[in-house]
């Protein structure tokens, strides 16, 4: 079975950075598409960026293009999420998940492998 732990999440001033990983075990990211979403209080769970196993293409919402990078480290069963120019809208929990096919879904059910998430809180 696999599982998905994400960390490297916390609080940061507005324009700060971070990163955020997923390390999976129990299986590997080397043929598996692996998504970033976020999920603010009292909103639904939003796709923020995703990276295809088999191409290395990389995928990212419009509120996440340009400040938002996703890069994999096959070997590490470790992908992650660096983060820049964060705003206090950012705030969210941020999840992995993972799934078996080559294309980036952007809706949350079509992935079956989720983490627990990680608290991101940019303060204004």
């Known amino acids: 079975q696999v599982q998905l732990v994400e960390s490297g999440g916390g609080l940061v001033q507005t324009g700060g950075s971070l990163r955020l990983s997923c390390v999976a075990s129990g299986g590997t990211f080397s043929r598996a598409t692996v998504a970033w979403f976020r999920q603010a209080p009292g909103k639904e769970r939003e796709f923020v960026g995703g990276?295809?196993?088999?191409?290395?293409?990389?995928y990212y919402a419009d509120s996440a293009q340009g400040r938002f990078t996703i890069t994999r480290d096959n070997p590490k069963n470790t992908v992650y999420l660096q983060m820049s120019s964060l705003k206090p809208e950012n705030t969210a929990v941020y999840y992995c998940?993972?799934?078996?096919?080559?294309?980036?879904?952007?809706?949350?059910?079509?992935?079956?492998?989720w983490g627990q998430g990680t608290q991101v809180t940019v303060s204004s």
């Open positions: 998940a993972a799934d078996g096919t080559a294309s980036i879904a952007t809706q949350s059910n079509l992935y079956n492998y």
């Open positions: 990276s295809s196993w088999n191409t290395g293409y990389t």
